[in-house]
């Protein structure tokens, strides 16, 4: 899951704006010119990352922009950005109003100066946090029982831009006095899955992994059986990737997005407001397969607390 994070966010402001191509959204000048003069923009531009296939990206976001269209007034405009700094560079310039940014992203542009108002993040089911946690684990029955004992074993991480497999576990390491470069042996398995096979076939001594490879997809899959593998730490709720509407936009559109975003952007309201037959055919974001639900910037505090522990280049860059 962390890996989603990997890309460099220090790229220039200009250069990352033209990237995002936003100089023209596309409606007419004079309906531009009547937004500018209410305080808002006619069209409003919603960026995200892409996923390999773009056209399947758009798609995703088609029943989000549409709400917002039918809410708001204002048409939607979707933007497929090529890295996290273009969506910060293009809502500092005010070419972007809606972004979807991951965590580290996020407190980069907020803490950077950026007027950016966290306002949902996706779930996977209606009670679900808006977040995931990192597990330590150890093969069952090891006597390694917290990660006081991880000093002089072999851990497995899963690569050094994961966030749940390696960012957040160092600053767990960190934070019970052991370095993670020098008290320990340090094995990048190159994926939560394999981290977690290797602690259960010995390889590892003990290793990292976010909660869902640990609770139920490997189990699942028949690679390892209920009660192989110990949890002996989990990390605080690591924030889920958030929604965030531009400061600038007027008090009433912020206003109007929150709710959008917070009560109508669900499969059970949009069933409910017939933009869906049923739920399985809501087409949303994959990483929001039941919607969105409320979020606040202090959720993104520990995100803060790890770089601020790891100093780690991904929260630099």
């Known amino acids: 899951m962390g890996s989603n994070m990997r890309r460099s966010l220090g790229v220039a402001a200009a250069a990352a704006v033209a990237v995002l191509g936003l100089a023209g959204c596309g409606s007419s000048a004079s309906a531009d010119d009547a937004a500018a003069a209410?305080?808002?923009?006619?069209?409003?531009?919603?960026?995200?990352?892409?996923?390999?296939?773009?056209?399947?990206?758009?798609?995703?976001?088609?029943?989000?922009?549409?709400?917002?269209?039918?809410?708001?007034?204002?048409?939607?405009?979707?933007?497929?950005?090529?890295?996290?700094?273009a969506v910060i560079e293009g809502q500092r310039a005010g070419k972007v109003q809606i972004a979807g940014y991951g965590p580290f992203s996020y407190i980069t542009a907020r803490d950077s100066g950026v007027e950016t108002i966290p306002v949902a993040a996706p779930v996977d089911a209606?009670?679900?946090?808006?977040?995931?946690?990192?597990?330590?684990?150890?093969?069952?029955?090891?006597?390694?029982?917290?990660?006081?004992?991880?000093?002089?074993?072999?851990?497995?991480?899963?690569?050094?831009?994961?966030?749940?497999?390696?960012?957040?576990?160092?600053?767990?390491?960190?934070?019970?006095?052991?370095?993670?470069?020098?008290?320990?042996?340090?094995?990048?398995?190159?994926?939560?899955?394999?981290?977690?096979?290797?602690?259960?076939?010995?390889?590892?001594?003990?290793?990292?992994?976010?909660?869902?490879?640990?609770?139920?997809?490997?189990?699942?899959?028949d690679q390892i059986e209920p009660g192989d593998v110990t949890v002996v730490w989990k990390s605080e709720t690591i924030a889920a990737s958030p929604i965030a509407i531009s400061a600038t936009l007027s008090p009433e559109l912020q206003a109007k997005l929150t709710t959008i975003f917070r009560e109508q952007l669900t499969r059970p309201a949009l069933v409910q407001a017939g933009l869906c037959a049923d739920e399985a055919s809501c087409a949303l974001p994959e990483d929001a397969e039941y919607g969105y639900v409320a979020v606040e910037d202090s959720l993104y505090d520990g995100v803060r607390k790890v770089c601020d522990i790891t100093r780690a280049a991904a929260c630099n860059n």
Do not use: M, W
């Not at 296939?53 to 798609?59: H, P």
């Not at 020098?182 to 939560?192: L, M, R």
């Open 38 to 85: 209410a305080g808002d923009p006619q069209t409003l531009v919603l960026a995200a990352i892409p996923s390999e296939d773009s056209e399947s990206l758009q798609q995703q976001y088609r029943l989000v922009a549409e709400v917002i269209e039918q809410e708001t007034g204002h048409a939607v405009e979707f933007q497929n950005a090529t890295d996290y700094a």
């Open 126 to 221: 209606a009670d679900a946090e808006p977040g995931y946690t990192s597990y330590a684990i150890t093969k069952a029955g090891s006597d390694i029982t917290s990660l006081a004992d991880f000093r002089g074993k072999t851990v497995c991480f899963v690569d050094p831009s994961s966030t749940s497999g390696y960012l957040y576990p160092s600053a767990g390491l960190k934070e019970a006095g052991i370095d993670p470069e020098k008290d320990i042996t340090p094995v990048f398995a190159g994926g939560h899955d394999a981290s977690v096979l290797a602690v259960n076939s010995g390889q590892c001594d003990a290793g990292f992994a976010y909660d869902t490879i640990v609770d139920r997809t490997l189990i699942e899959k």
